[in-house]
C-alpha cells in the first residue's frame, strides 16, 4: 500500500528540526530546508544543492512540495498582468500584477471560487470549492515579484488580499501566509504594505483587532443603507451594517488605523444624495478613507457605472466633510483582471 506524503511546507521548522533528528541526522538540517522552502522558494529537493543525495532522497521519500503553476500569464496593454495559477489538486484561482509609475501590487487569491454571494462579482459565481493553504497564497506573491523584477525592473512593493475568495473566511490560512511574508525567514515584506479586504465579517473584524495585526484593513462596502446593500451583496442580511459598524469601532479602538472602504456607484443603485449622505454617516466614526472605484462589468444588465456626476457628487460631499476620497481607475480590463472580474476565464 502506498504511503501518503506529507506537505513539507505544513511543517513548522521546529517540526523539521525534530525529523531530521529522529532519522539520525543533525538538527541545523531543518534550517536548511527551511529556508529552501521559504527564502528560496524551492520547487522540488533536487533544487537544494546544500543537502546531500541521501538526504534529498530521505526528502523525496517522505514529503512533496504542493507548488503551484503558472499555468497562463496574460498581460494587458496598461501593463498589468494576471496569471491563472494552477494548484496540486488541479484546481485555479487567478492572481494579479498591478503596476504603477512607483510601485507595484500583487492582487492574490484566498479561496478557490468564494464563499460570498456579492451580486456584482464574477468570482461569486463560482462555486467555492476550498480554502487556499498558507504556502499556495505565498507561492502567488512570490510568482508576482518575480514578474514583477522580470517585466518592471524592480521588486514587489505591496500586497492586496482583493482576488478571488474572502479573506476572513480563510483567517487562520491568510494570517499564516501573511506571517510567512513579513517574516526574516520569508520575503521579509513590511506588513504595512498589506492590505486585507473584506466584505463585511464583524466577528473575524474583531479577532483580528484582538490578535493586533500590523497589516491594513479594507471594506467592501459600497453601500450604507442596509436595504441597499443586501439587495446587492445577500450576506448582508446576516451582518447588516450595524454589526459591521461596531466591528469597525472595535477594530479603530484597538488598532488607531485608519479604514479604507472600496465603494463602486452603480447607476441607479445608490447613485442618489441619500446614499452618499449615508455613506458618510457610516464614515464618522473613525477616520477613514473612500476609495470609489470604475465598475468593470461581468456581462449582467443590472449593473451599469454611474454617470460622472454622481462620481463628483460623491467626491464634493465627500470632501466636503473631511473625509479623505480618491476616485481609482481600473487596470487590465482588456484581460478581466480588474476589481470584480476574476473568474477563471483562462
Known amino acids: 500500500m502506498e504511503i501518503k506524503k506529507k506537505d513539507i ?13 529522529n532519522n539520525g541526522d543533525k538538527a541545523f538540517r531543518g534550517n536548511q530546508v ?26 523525496e521519500d517522505n514529503f512533496v512540495i504542493n507548488h503551484i503553476r503558472v499555468d497562463q500569464m496574460q498581460r494587458s496593454e496598461d501593463g ?7 494548484l496540486h489538486d488541479d484546481l485555479v484561482v487567478e492572481s494579479v500584477l498591478i503596476p504603477t509609475a512607483t510601485r507595484t501590487t500583487a492582487c492574490v487569491s484566498s479561496q478557490v471560487g468564494c464563499s460570498l454571494d456579492c451580486k456584482f462579482c464574477a468570482t461569486a459565481r463560482l462555486k467555492r470549492m476550498r480554502n487556499l493553504n498558507p504556502d499556495e497564497i505565498y507561492d502567488q506573491v512570490v510568482a508576482i515579484d518575480n514578474e514583477s523584477r522580470l517585466y ?12 478571488m475568495g474572502e479573506p476572513l473566511m480563510n483567517y487562520k490560512n491568510v494570517i499564516k501566509a501573511i506571517d510567512k511574508i513579513t517574516s526574516d525567514e520569508g ?9 486585507v479586504s473584506t466584505s463585511g465579517v464583524p466577528k473575524m473584524i474583531k479577532k483580528m483587532a484582538d490578535d493586533e495585526v500590523k497589516f491594513k484593513l479594507a471594506v467592501s ?15 448582508n442580511a446576516t451582518f447588516p451594517l450595524n454589526d459591521l459598524r461596531e466591528a469597525l469601532q472595535y477594530w479603530y479602538s484597538k488598532t488607531k488605523n485608519r479604514i479604507t472602504y472600496e465603494y463602486v456607484v452603480w447607476d441607479g443603485i445608490n447613485d442618489q444624495r441619500k446614499d452618499v449622505d449615508a455613506l458618510v454617516q457610516f464614515c464618522k466614526f473613525a477616520p477613514s478613507k473612500v476609495n470609489l472605484i470604475e465598475y ?11 454617470n460622472s456626476k454622481a462620481i463628483d457628487m460623491y467626491v464634493s460631499v465627500l470632501e466636503a ?20 472580474q476574476l473568474a477563471n476565464k483562462t
Not at 511546507?9 to 533528528?21: M, S
Not at 498589468?80 to 494552477?86: D, E, L, M, P
Open 34 to 59: 527551511y529556508e529552501w522552502l521559504w527564502q528560496k522558494s524551492a520547487h522540488s529537493f533536487e533544487d537544494m544543492t546544500n543537502i546531500s543525495l541521501k538526504t534529498r532522497q530521505m526528502l
Open 187 to 195: 520575503l521579509g515584506m513590511s506588513p504595512r504594505r498589506i492590505v
Open 296 to 306: 468593470n462589468p461581468i456581462d449582467d444588465g443590472m449593473f451599469q457605472q454611474a
Open 321 to 340: 466633510n473631511n473625509i479623505t476620497v480618491t476616485v481609482r481607475r481600473s487596470r487590465g480590463k482588456d484581460i478581466d483582471a480588474a476589481c470584480g
Open 80 to 86: 498589468t498582468i494576471k496569471n491563472a495559477v494552477r
Open 9 to 21: 511546507r505544513a511543517l513548522t521548522k521546529d517540526q523539521l528540526r525534530e525529523f531530521f533528528v
Open 152 to 163: 518592471h525592473d524592480r521588486p514587489l512593493s505591496n500586497i492586496v488580499f482583493m482576488g
Open 221 to 235: 462596502l459600497h453601500s450604507a443603507i442596509d436595504e441597499v446593500r443586501t439587495s446587492i451583496m445577500p450576506f
